[in-house]
């Protein structure tokens, strides 16, 4: 089983509607992302978490909103979509002082707002 | 604004040749990292550059950090097929922000 779990894999949506994205993990860290790719672009953060009270804004995170439920769980919601974020999201995770500060992420999450 | 510009962007090479993939940051950061991504797939966490001078070798990989000139290399030498993908530099700023470059998709041929 991977350590870092995105659900759904692939979600299809209509515009303005709500939809969520949820990431576990099983590695033990304090820290979690979320992230957004787009083609042709790297990953750009949308939001940050170093721990269950710790909230932080990324570069975009204009039309997003997220949720840090216990350690292990991250989600990211897009309140009402809109078709620029079609995009593939990534989850991510850290801890300070593991193998160098190394980031790992999930197997990603297509999303298509049509 | 911090940029973290890879050059090139796409590289098509030859297998059993050599080649520099180029990552310049406009921020101090002591810490960069590179990742290999298939298409389609998540990112594989390849190297992790802690200081000045860091130098990390893995098969036909190498990476080094210079900070003061805040650039970044891969070396891929006599590459093979299964080298091809893309690949980021990404630069850790204010305590685990990770901004990305845009990526380097490298294609080798026989």
């Known amino acids: 089983d991977a350590d870092v779990t995105q659900t759904p894999r692939n979600r299809i949506t209509k515009t303005g509607k709500r939809i969520m994205l949820e990431c576990s993990q099983t590695?033990?860290?304090?820290?979690m992302y979320w992230y957004r790719q787009d083609p042709g672009l790297g990953l750009r953060l949308i939001y940050y978490s170093f721990d269950v009270k710790d909230i932080n804004k990324g570069e975009i995170s204009d039309g997003y909103s997220v949720s840090r439920q216990a350690q292990a769980k991250f989600s990211l919601s897009l309140e009402s979509a809109i078709p620029n974020q079609t995009a593939l999201y990534f989850c991510a995770t850290s801890q300070p002082g593991d193998s160098g500060n190394t980031i790992y992420f999930g197997e990603g999450s297509w999303l298509t707002v049509v | 604004e911090l940029k973290v510009e890879q050059n090139p962007l796409f590289l098509s090479m030859q297998e059993g040749k050599n080649y520099t993939i180029y990552c310049n940051y406009s921020t101090t950061s002591d810490r960069l990292y590179w990742y290999r991504q298939d298409p389609g797939k998540s990112l594989e966490s390849l190297f992790v550059l802690l200081s000045n001078g860091a130098v990390k070798q893995e098969g036909r990989l190498m990476a080094s950090l210079d900070t003061k000139a805040r650039l970044s290399t891969l070396h891929i030498t006599a590459a093979v097929h299964d080298l091809s993908a893309t690949y980021f530099c990404a630069v850790l700023i204010y305590t685990d922000k990770l901004i990305f470059g845009t990526g380097t998709r490298l294609q080798v041929f026989p």
């Open positions: 590695k033990g860290h304090d820290r």
